[in-house]
């Protein structure tokens, strides 16, 4: 590695940002091939190296060796923080498997971890994926009561609950809501409400939202515009669908 060659010899640091980086660029197994060579030159892995792996693992559903490396920490005596729990309840959430996030919940607890706002958004985005929205307010009622502010991503995540189950009056009113609250709305809470405006048929609400996110300087990502371009279509707007999607190439340019 180029980090060795110099005569600055790395620190755990150092690999900790390599291995983060290639778990980013999905590079796990060089992550971990490093990582299975630390202890040659003398180091030790700490909770921030097994936290980058355990995130790398979780994003292509590796749960053999994240367990694996869940049972290396407890085997090294190293603490789970509220981190690596984090990490694990989104996994499991975005995967459906809601009663094993619950469970990580529950060791928290026990181990006297606070989950903060993050932590509670993972488990109410992930009932909401499923349409569950009992379960994703009484999550959210709990948030609450340990005294955590609800930010814009959780109630990004309550609109998409709320459009799955065809609770469309629902997933309006909490839009409207969201600035009395003191939060702004993002491109994903627009994204969210268009998609799920098309999807019942009412276009012209999802294109007026189009309008005014515009008018609020907010740039469309690739999402929003293929939502745009899905509505156009279906209400027979061709020509200009077209001379949208020749715009996007500034929002898709290749680097």
Same mark, same amino acid.
């Not at 009992?134 to 995540?157: H, Q």
């Given at each position: 590695?180029?980090?060795?060659? %110099?005569?600055?010899? #790395?620190?755990?640091?150092? !690999?900790? +940002?390599?291995? *983060? ?10 992550? =971990?091939?490093? @990582? /299975?060579?630390?202890?040659? $030159? ?6 921030? +190296? ?9 994003? @292509?559903?590796?749960? $053999?060796?994240?367990? !694996? ?5 407890v085997a090294h005596k190293i /603490?789970? *923080?509220?981190?690596? @729990? ?13 009663? *094993?996030?619950?469970?990580? &919940? ?8 606070? #989950?903060?706002?993050?932590? !509670?958004?993972? =488990?109410?985005? %992930? ?14 009622? /709990?948030?609450? %009561?340990?005294?955590?502010? #609800?930010?814009?991503? +959780? ?6 609950? !709320? ?11 909490? &839009? =409207? ?5 003191? =939060?702004?709305? +993002? ?13 019942? %048929?009412?276009?012209? *609400? ?10 609020? $300087?907010? /740039? #469309?990502?690739?999402?929003t515009c293929s939502i745009l ?23 898709? $340019?290749?680097?």
């Amino acid at each position: 590695m180029i980090l060795e060659k %110099g005569r600055c010899k #790395p620190n755990i640091k150092a !690999y900790n +940002t390599v291995i *983060d980086s290639l778990c980013k660029d999905r590079m796990v197994d060089d992550a =971990l091939q490093i @990582f /299975s060579k630390l202890a040659e $030159k003398g180091m030790s892995a700490n909770i921030v +190296t097994y936290n980058f792996l355990l995130h790398g693992l979780c994003n @292509f559903c590796r749960w $053999k060796e994240a367990k !694996y490396l869940l049972n290396e920490m407890v085997a090294h005596k190293i /603490s789970l *923080d509220m981190v690596t @729990f984090t990490i694990l309840v989104d996994a499991y959430s975005k995967e459906g498997l809601l009663k *094993d996030a619950e469970d990580v &919940f529950k060791i928290m607890r026990q181990l006297n971890v606070q #989950p903060d706002v993050i932590t !509670y958004n993972a =488990l109410i985005d %992930g009932y909401c994926l499923l349409g569950d929205m009992n379960k994703a307010l009484e999550v959210f009622d /709990s948030a609450v %009561g340990m005294g955590l502010k #609800p930010n814009i991503v +959780t109630y990004n995540s309550l609109m998409n609950g !709320y459009f799955k189950r065809g609770h469309v009056n629902e997933a309006w009113r909490l &839009f =409207l809501e969201i600035p009395c609250k003191g =939060l702004e709305h +993002t491109v994903v809470s627009y994204s969210t409400m268009m998609q799920g405006l098309f999807r019942v %048929g009412r276009f012209t *609400d999802g294109f007026k939202l189009f309008e005014e996110m515009q008018a609020r $300087k907010l /740039s #469309p990502d690739i999402m929003t515009c293929s939502i745009l371009l899905k509505g156009l279509c279906r209400v027979g707007r061709i020509t200009e669908a077209f001379s949208f999607l020749r715009m996007m190439k500034g929002f898709t $340019k290749k680097e």
